[in-house]
T-cell receptor, first 112, second 111 residues
Framework: DAGVIQSPRHEVTEMGQEVTLRCKPISGHDYLFWYRQTMMRGLELLIYFNNNVPIDDSGMPEDRFSAKMPNASFSTLKIQPSEPRDSAVYFC??????????FGPGTRLTVL | KQEVTQIPAALSVPEGENLVLNCSFT??????LQWFRQDPGKGLTSLLL?????REQTSGRLNASLDKSSGRSTLYIAASQPGDSATYLC??????????FGKGNQVVVIP
């Protein structure tokens, strides 16, 4: 298996623009997680899905953030409108049941 | 709320010494604990997963122990090498499959 795939790897955008991050989990995994990593706050869980259903979105910072999982092999995290404080590395991870979580390479987002 | 602490934030050791990294968590009701490695600018690589019913887990030069009742885990890396230089993150799975991370131990192994 290719592991968790994320795209794009790098994104530079201007404040106010819409940003969409994409993730393909490992085939057969039933949990998908979105995290954000910054120097100040470390790794934070934003939202996670089980069998394509959002279970806990309490980590989503505000209404500008939204996530979807239309099927078992694809998820998106959207920020609209983006702000400079959203600059961070965004990771997607997947797992089977409550097992080991496998992380993607991350998307480095810079909002100017 | 589960809080995970890793102290010290950074450490340096000479090559060949054993590395000991500590992790503590506030709520002992966990499903499992996972140790990760992160290289600069890279993603997270899973090193070891310890189920809540286990006391330790081993993989090569790595050994992780878990004392759930006291809220502690320790990662041992035997005979450290310069290639072990990285940030090591501890994370616990609790509640409804939530994962809480520590801020990591940044390790430098000096040749």
């Amino acid at each position: 298996d290719a592991g968790v795939i994320q795209s794009p790897r790098h994104e530079v955008t201007e404040m106010g623009q819409e940003v969409t991050l994409r993730c393909k989990p490992i085939s057969g995994h039933d949990y998908l997680f979105w995290y954000r990593q910054t120097m100040m706050r470390g790794l934070e869980l934003l939202i996670y899905f089980n069998n394509n259903v959002p279970i806990d979105d309490s980590g989503m910072p505000e209404d500008r953030f939204s996530a979807k999982m239309p099927n078992a092999s694809f998820s998106t995290l959207k920020i609209q409108p983006s702000e400079p404080r959203d600059s961070a590395v965004y990771f997607c991870a997947s797992s089977f049941v409550q097992g080991e979580q496998f992380f993607g390479p991350g998307t480095r987002l810079t909002v100017l | 709320k589960q809080e995970v602490t890793q102290i010290p934030a950074a450490l340096s050791v000479p090559e060949g010494e054993n590395l000991v990294l500590n992790c503590s968590f506030t709520d002992s009701a966990i499903y499992n604990l996972q140790w990760f490695r992160q290289d600069p600018g890279k993603g997270l690589t899973s090193l070891l997963l310890i189920q809540s019913s286990q006391r330790e887990q081993t993989s090569g030069r790595l050994n992780a122990s878990l004392d759930k009742s006291s809220g502690r885990s320790t990662l041992y890396i035997a005979a450290s090498q310069p290639g072990d230089s990285a940030t090591y993150l501890c994370a616990v799975v609790y509640g409804n499959n939530r994962l809480a991370f520590g801020k990591g131990n940044q390790v430098v192994v000096i040749p």
